[in-house]
């Protein structure tokens, strides 16, 4: 009697499936042939992954990625693998493709605490031009404890930028019972979380109910710089953007917030991905590209490096895997349906 596979039927999304029979590769060894007991349709164990119908070896796609994981260049990837810029791009696209997948583990996790910090950091994307006209610039948001990296996007510093990250943050909500949100001096993390996930809070009393963030969740920010020189009230240096939930526990110490851990992080990206290089001319050619560096290097931060200060990956510190992703593992999973 054939043994049911874990595996997933691409076609009709049964797991009734079962080995039909291996067969050789040139580069990669023996493969197995699946076939589904619902449909009767045969697929290849590649199939719906990111090495489908890529016949290089699984080990030179994992080595192009752990070398551009270490801050080289695309063209000094190709030079040193003798392979061509383009299908190096090509293979960071396909494995950029299981960001979707691997965020699932996330989601899919009960936590009792969270801490996240936001920041950005920028660089150049084609031709220089202004900084408020620039698509060079990069939200990140980070986990404290773990160093996770919750999100991280880019474009140009608008709405729409910081609204693409803190959907991701919105994920997270209804899965931990006490959520804080730290960032220094940008308020618009905070205002876009509470346009997205905010709720009216029923006090029983005549009146607009008011809006508040949903229980539990905390933002502040930390206004820096000095304000003598500007007319008018002045901000306080510790600050709550939106109004909070009233049953929610007030534990934060001013001396937490603050957003250094990651900006220790965005100091460690400039190492790691070169478009962040800051001796260069041009840094990346487009957004989807500069978008492409960002998704690989989330990837393998998360997932398959241990950080330099926790000393774990990051995923397994967060408590959403029980041991470290290899490369080439990522490489052979399932995309999402």
């Given at each position: 009697?054939?043994?049911?596979?874990?595996?997933?039927?691409?076609?009709?999304?049964?797991?009734?499936?079962?080995?039909?029979?291996?067969?050789?590769?040139?580069?990669?060894?023996?493969?197995?042939?699946?076939?589904?007991?619902?449909?009767?349709?045969?697929?290849?164990?590649?199939?719906?992954?990111?090495?489908?119908?890529?016949?290089?070896?699984?080990?030179?796609?994992?080595?192009?990625?752990?070398?551009r994981g270490e801050g080289l260049g695309l063209r000094a990837t190709g030079r040193v693998l003798r392979s061509n810029k383009s299908t190096i791009a090509l293979?960071?696209?396909?494995?950029?493709?299981?960001?979707?997948?691997?965020?699932?583990?996330?989601?899919?996790?009960?936590?009792?605490?969270?801490?996240?910090?936001?920041?950005?950091?920028?660089?150049?994307?084609?031709?220089?031009?202004?900084?408020?006209?620039?698509?060079?610039?990069?939200?990140?948001?980070?986990?404290?404890?773990?160093?996770?990296?919750?999100?991280?996007?880019?474009?140009?510093?608008?709405?729409?930028?910081?609204?693409?990250?803190?959907?991701?943050?919105?994920?997270?909500?209804?899965?931990?019972?006490?959520?804080?949100?730290?960032?220094?001096?940008?308020?618009?993390?905070?205002?876009?979380?509470?346009?997205?996930?905010?709720?009216?809070?029923?006090?029983?009393?005549?009146?607009?109910?008011?809006?508040?963030?949903?229980?539990?969740?905390?933002?502040?920010?930390?206004?820096?710089?000095?304000?003598?020189?500007?007319?008018?009230?002045?901000?306080?240096?510790?600050?709550?953007?939106?109004?909070?939930?009233?049953?929610?526990?007030?534990?934060?110490?001013?001396?937490?917030?603050?957003?250094?851990?990651?900006?220790?992080?965005n100091a460690a990206i400039r190492r790691k991905n070169s478009t962040f290089r800051r001796k260069t001319n041009t840094y990346a050619k487009t957004v989807k590209?500069?978008?492409?560096?960002?998704?690989?290097?989330?990837?393998?931060?998360?997932?398959?490096?241990?950080?330099?200060?926790?000393?774990e990956v990051p995923a397994v510190a967060l408590g959403i895997l029980a041991k470290p992703l290899s490369l080439e593992g990522i490489l052979s999973m399932q995309?999402?349906?």
């Open positions: 009697m054939k043994k049911t596979t874990p595996l997933q039927c691409p076609y009709c999304c049964s797991s009734d499936t079962s080995v039909f029979k291996h067969y050789p590769t040139i580069h990669n060894g023996i493969r197995k042939l699946y076939i589904c007991r619902r449909c009767e349709r045969l697929f290849s164990e590649t199939h719906n992954t990111a090495m489908n119908n890529i016949k290089t070896p699984i080990s030179k796609v994992a080595s192009a990625l752990r070398l293979w960071e696209n396909r494995f950029a493709d299981q960001k979707a997948t691997l965020l699932l583990y996330g989601f899919c996790h009960e936590f009792i605490s969270l801490t996240f910090e936001g920041d950005e950091l920028y660089t150049i994307v084609g031709k220089r031009t202004m900084p408020s006209e620039s698509e060079g610039w990069t939200a990140v948001i980070m986990e404290r404890a773990s160093r996770f990296i919750v999100d991280q996007r880019c474009g140009k510093k608008d709405t729409s930028l910081f609204k693409s990250v803190m959907k991701t943050v919105c994920g997270y909500i209804d899965h931990t019972d006490d959520l804080s949100f730290f960032s220094d001096g940008e308020r618009r993390y905070g205002n876009m979380l509470f346009e997205l996930c905010s709720e009216v809070f029923q006090t029983g009393k005549k009146g607009r109910p008011p809006r508040v963030l949903p229980k539990g969740v905390k933002v502040r920010v930390k206004n820096k710089g000095d304000q003598k020189h500007k007319k008018g009230r002045k901000r306080p240096k510790y600050q709550a953007p939106q109004r909070e939930h009233l049953d929610t526990d007030q534990n934060l110490k001013e001396s937490e917030i603050h957003a250094n851990h990651l900006e220790a992080q590209g500069l978008q492409r560096t960002l998704d690989v290097h989330q990837i393998i931060h998360n997932y398959v490096r241990p950080h330099w200060t926790t000393r995309r999402a349906a």
